[in-house]
């Protein structure tokens, strides 16, 4: 368990433009916490967790995210709706309102770093307006020695400050929110919004450029945990899809829940010192883990709390975005440090809510990179405005909205690192079986992670026409049977007890699939695009 060490250093900001001596530096949790709570910032949950609204923004807003566009990034970036460019004049302009905007307002600063493999590792200074904004930079970025930071020097800044709006019509920004990264002056400068998600994504969008650029690194939007053998396992996966609950596991060492780097030795290393997990329908008996996490020193958002302080985790009436962050060490069993060799098993999840794809599928090396570069999910009824029925999502490589090079950069170098490691893909569907959305239930947690744990410790055993099935539409192979699973669950086909509807949707989906792929198959080899959906509805 990590121990606070109080700081008796003080910084300046003149740096920055910032003139005045208000700043916090390096305050621990419990100060954070009771500052937080001290400006009515924020409530106390019974747990003893923070409690926080983080206003009108309660999670990223991905048309407000910008990429400065300048000598470095000019021929490199993936320009788009994703990364959209933006004036280097433009971005002077506004960071010094933002700065000016700041020059009136106590700080609170923190030095930090991210990459837990120390040849990858990125110095970072948080500069926040918000006491309870520090405080989730303590949990999520890794945190230095009193040792380390005497010679602590920051390579990268964020400048945080929820209350600052811009003006659209001179700023250059969509509306009165923005984040924007700037390589040059290595800056990523967020404002307007309160959402605490942008803090860190945007040091990882900025990883996600370094790493496979200058360090011959693949970054993955996944979680990672390591077994007793030494083998490690990663979990690609779209927000609420599983990944920090599926790599929680009692019987596994938890290396990360949301981003890691993939080096040429086979070695997977965490970029965050904490985890970030969506709480909504929490209970401590289906993730004891997560739930045991949430105690003093995190920081529940967007939550419902009663009279006493208990938490609603059923309330969605905020947002059905509610999260929490807390330190690794608030888990018991997480790998230390956060590295994991020896890469055997990759699983790529989606919340299929169209309840067509099998529960577990084992994947050829090109359905692999085809799966990867679709970075296929669904959208439920009621999660977004006008969302009245299932609707396929799809966020290449699992993470499109923090990846600043071309999808097929990160395809090729997971498909090559497949190759020489020598790992088996699967295809998990941890939504909906019986029905779509409205008509089936959600795949049972318990039967997910039996399916996972055959699928880890070998037991789904090696491929064959008697123990796998070829699925008649998506062209995977699912398994016949699995321990601790009934036979029935395997086949979404018999789940469904309609055959026609069945196909009708399975086949709606595959075009859906397709029409998504258009827009890389003038990047893709044959073999990739073949690793798709290959039959057509009539």
Same mark, same amino acid.
């Given at each position: 368990?990590?121990?606070?060490?109080?700081?008796? &250093?003080?910084?300046?900001?003149?740096?920055?433009?910032?003139?005045?001596?208000?700043?916090?530096?390096?305050?621990?949790?419990?100060?954070?916490?009771?500052?937080?709570?001290?400006?009515?910032?924020?409530?106390?949950?019974?747990?003893?967790?923070?409690?926080?609204?983080?206003?009108?923004?309660?999670?990223?807003?991905?048309?407000?995210?910008?990429?400065?566009?300048?000598?470095?990034?000019?021929?490199?970036?993936?320009?788009?709706?994703?990364?959209?460019?933006?004036?280097?004049?433009?971005?002077?302009?506004?960071?010094?309102?933002?700065?000016?905007?700041?020059?009136?307002?106590?700080?609170?600063?923190?030095?930090?770093?991210?990459?837990?493999?120390?040849?990858?590792?990125?110095?970072?200074?948080?500069?926040?307006?918000?006491?309870?904004?520090?405080?989730?930079?303590?949990?999520?970025?890794?945190?230095?020695?009193?040792?380390?930071?005497?010679?602590?020097?920051?390579?990268?800044?964020?400048?945080?400050?929820?209350?600052?709006?811009?003006?659209?019509?001179?700023?250059?920004?969509?509306?009165?929110?923005?984040?924007?990264?700037?390589?040059?002056? &290595?800056?990523?400068?967020?404002?307007?919004?309160?959402?605490?998600?942008?803090? &860190?994504?945007?040091?990882?969008?900025?990883?996600?450029?370094?790493?496979?650029?200058?360090?011959?690194?693949?970054?993955?939007?996944?979680?990672?945990?390591?077994?007793?053998?030494?083998?490690?396992?990663?979990?690609?996966?779209?927000?609420?899809?599983?990944?920090?609950?599926?790599?929680?596991?009692?019987?596994?060492?938890?290396?990360?829940?949301?981003?890691?780097?993939?080096?040429?030795?086979?070695?997977?290393?965490?970029?965050?010192?904490?985890?970030?997990?969506?709480?909504?329908?929490?209970?401590?008996?289906?993730?004891?883990?997560?739930?045991?996490?949430?105690?003093?020193?995190?920081?529940?958002?967007?939550?419902?709390?009663?009279?006493?302080?208990?938490?609603?985790?059923?309330?969605?009436?905020?947002?059905?975005?509610?999260?929490?962050?807390?330190?690794?060490?608030?888990?018991?069993?997480?790998?230390?440090?956060?590295?994991?060799?020896?890469?055997?098993?990759?699983?790529?999840?989606?919340?299929?809510?169209?309840?067509?794809?099998?529960?577990?599928?084992?994947?050829?090396?090109?359905?692999?990179?085809?799966?990867?570069?679709?970075?296929?999910?669904?959208?439920?009824?009621?999660?977004?405005?006008?969302?009245?029925?299932?609707?396929?999502?799809?966020?290449?490589?699992?993470?499109?909205?923090?990846?600043?090079?071309?999808?097929?950069?990160?395809?090729?170098?997971?498909?090559?690192?497949?190759?020489?490691?020598?790992?088996?893909?699967?295809?998990?569907?941890?939504?909906?079986?019986?029905?779509?959305?409205?008509?089936?239930?959600?795949?049972?947690?318990?039967?997910?992670?039996?399916?996972?744990?055959?699928?880890?410790?070998?037991?789904?055993?090696?491929?064959?026409?008697?123990?796998?099935?070829?699925?008649?539409?998506?062209?995977?192979?699912?398994?016949?049977?699995?321990?601790?699973?009934?036979?029935?669950?395997?086949?979404?086909?018999?789940?469904?007890?309609?055959?026609?509807?069945?196909?009708?949707?399975?086949?709606?989906?595959?075009?859906?699939?397709?029409?998504?792929?258009?827009?890389?198959?003038?990047?893709?080899?044959?073999?990739?695009?073949?690793?798709?959906?290959?039959?057509?509805?009539?």
């Amino acid at each position: 368990m990590d121990t606070y060490t109080p700081i008796t &250093k003080t910084i300046s900001l003149k740096q920055y433009g910032i003139k005045h001596d208000n700043v916090r530096y390096q305050l621990s949790p419990k100060e954070l916490h009771d500052l937080t709570l001290e400006k009515e910032m924020g409530k106390e949950a019974s747990s003893g967790a923070l409690a926080v609204n983080t206003g009108e923004f309660t999670g990223r807003s991905p048309m407000d995210r910008f990429i400065v566009k300048d000598a470095i990034t000019e021929d490199k970036i993936w320009w788009g709706n994703i990364n959209i460019p933006f004036e280097p004049e433009k971005f002077d302009k506004l960071y010094d309102k933002v700065i000016a905007y700041l020059n009136d307002k106590e700080l609170f600063v923190r030095d930090c770093y991210a990459c837990a493999d120390h040849a990858y590792k990125l110095n970072i200074r948080v500069i926040n307006e918000y006491p309870w904004s520090n405080m989730f930079a303590y949990n999520m970025f890794i945190r230095p020695t009193a040792e380390e930071l005497e010679s602590f020097d920051p390579e990268w800044t964020v400048v945080n400050a929820p209350g600052f709006l811009a003006d659209a019509a001179t700023d250059g920004t969509r509306q009165h929110n923005f984040a924007i990264l700037n390589f040059t002056k &290595k800056v990523a400068l967020v404002g307007g919004t309160g959402y605490t998600g942008e803090i &860190k994504k945007g040091i990882f969008s900025a990883l996600n450029f370094i790493l496979p650029v200058f360090k011959n690194t693949l970054p993955m939007h996944c979680s990672a945990n390591v077994g007793d053998a030494g083998d490690t396992a990663v979990f690609f996966g779209l927000s609420g899809t599983g990944k920090t609950t599926l790599s929680t596991d009692p019987n596994r060492k938890l290396i990360g829940d949301d981003e890691h780097g993939w080096t040429s030795d086979n070695s997977v290393f965490n970029f965050e010192g904490g985890c970030y997990a969506k709480v909504i329908d929490l209970s401590k008996e289906k993730e004891p883990e997560i739930y045991g996490a949430i105690k003093q020193g995190a920081i529940l958002e967007n939550v419902i709390l009663d009279a006493q302080g208990v938490v609603d985790f059923a309330d969605t009436s905020i947002t059905q975005n509610t999260r929490v962050s807390y330190p690794l060490y608030h888990i018991e069993n997480i790998q230390q440090p956060s590295i994991g060799k020896n890469v055997k098993n990759i699983f790529f999840l989606t919340a299929d809510a169209f309840g067509v794809l099998p529960p577990i599928s084992k994947l050829t090396p090109a359905q692999a990179a085809y799966h990867f570069i679709s970075g296929y999910t669904a959208k439920v009824a009621g999660t977004e405005a006008g969302v009245v029925e299932p609707q396929p999502s799809f966020s290449a490589c699992f993470g499109a909205p923090f990846m600043p090079l071309h999808p097929t950069v990160y395809a090729e170098m997971l498909s090559k690192k497949m190759q020489e490691s020598g790992v088996d893909v699967w295809l998990i569907n941890t939504g909906w079986t019986g029905g779509p959305y409205g008509v089936g239930k959600r795949m049972e947690l318990k039967y997910t992670r039996a399916m996972i744990s055959a699928a880890l410790s070998g037991e789904l055993g090696l491929y064959s026409y008697n123990t796998y099935h070829i699925h008649s539409v998506f062209g995977v192979a699912q398994p016949r049977e699995c321990p601790g699973v009934p036979t029935s669950v395997l086949s979404p086909r018999a789940t469904w007890n309609d055959d026609d509807a069945y196909y009708k949707t399975a086949f709606k989906l595959t075009n859906a699939f397709r029409e998504n792929f258009k827009k890389f198959e003038a990047y893709a080899s044959e073999e990739i695009r073949r690793g798709g959906p290959q039959r057509y509805a009539f």
